[in-house]
């Protein structure tokens, strides 16, 4: 009566062989595509990290540039992602040759651009002053290139859409970034102007593209015997190799509003080039 015993528990050792072989089998299947999905999950977790802990950066997908360290920007891209007066509204007056404005630029009874000229304390102070109402805030471009301006009482703004050598524009933003802690007080000297103050504040700017920098420079001393203050918002939005440069102020101050509206319009105007397509026409009475 018992000999059917000894025969059974082989029988059941066998099927606990198999169903542990089976389990082995499944799971060594299963282990491969979980590897596959562990390992970009966690490519997937590295990269939001990394795009987090850019806290100047926006989403990838609304800077079509980033992708590539080279710039596609063509001289006619650039020349319509410039911004036009409906961009910055209020009485602004686009201007034929901005250009001129390096070399002299009368408002009222002084000449700006000969009283911001003069030698700074350091070279990145000396490089911002002679970057002032200039193409070459961010250095010289390596590729396509275009400026506009215009005109409000005393007040100029100058914008600028260029492309440039990657690693270069880093750099530059590292500096421009840098300015309110090296050059937060300094004195100009030389030229007609006598000894003049500059002030380097940080500003805030639109979230938009992926690194920005928004300043507010301040310039005091005397022009013909009479007190002078030039204000002016210095701002820069890096998209890939592609930037937008942005000077605005005179003797009445700086409109920040202004500043604002032509970061964000001449982004996503930069962005739409950048995408291959043709920014549309500011309507007017934007808001």
Request: with cysteine; glycine share 10%.
């Amino acid at each position: 009566m018992t000999t059917p015993r000894p025969l059974a528990r082989p029988a059941r050792v066998l099927a606990a062989a198999l169903a542990v072989g089976t389990l082995f089998a499944t799971a060594a299947c299963s282990g491969s595509d979980s590897s596959a999905s562990s390992e970009a999950d966690t490519s997937s977790t590295i990269a939001e990290r990394g795009l987090a802990a850019q806290t100047t950066s926006p989403p990838a997908s609304s800077s079509p540039a980033t992708s590539s360290p080279a710039s596609d920007l063509s001289e006619a891209g650039a020349r319509n992602a410039l911004i036009t007066p409906a961009d910055i509204e209020d009485d602004w007056t686009q201007v034929r040759n901005p250009q001129e404005w390096r070399d002299s630029l009368l408002l009222g009874s002084v000449d700006v651009a000969a009283f911001v000229d003069g030698k700074g304390d350091t070279p990145d102070c000396q490089r911002l002053v002679d970057a002032l109402f200039d193409e070459t805030l961010l250095g010289r471009p390596s590729g396509a290139s275009a400026l506009t301006g215009f005109e409000q009482g005393d007040s100029r703004l100058l914008y600028q859409v260029a492309a440039y050598d990657r690693a270069d524009l880093d750099d530059s933003m590292h500096w421009l970034s840098s300015l309110p802690d090296t050059c937060d007080q300094f004195t100009l000297t030389g030229g007609d102007a006598g000894e003049r103050t500059v002030q380097v504040i940080e500003t805030s700017l639109p979230k938009v593209g992926d690194k920005r920098q928004g300043l507010t420079v301040t310039v005091k001393g005397e022009s013909g015997g009479n007190p002078v203050t030039l204000s002016l918002d210095v701002a820069a939005v890096q998209i890939g190799a592609d930037a937008i440069t942005v000077t605005n102020g005179g003797l009445d101050g700086a409109d920040h509003d202004t500043t604002s509206a032509a970061v964000e319009q001449g982004t996503e105007r930069l962005q739409e080039v950048l995408a291959g397509r043709t920014p549309s026409p500011t309507p007017s009475g934007i808001n």
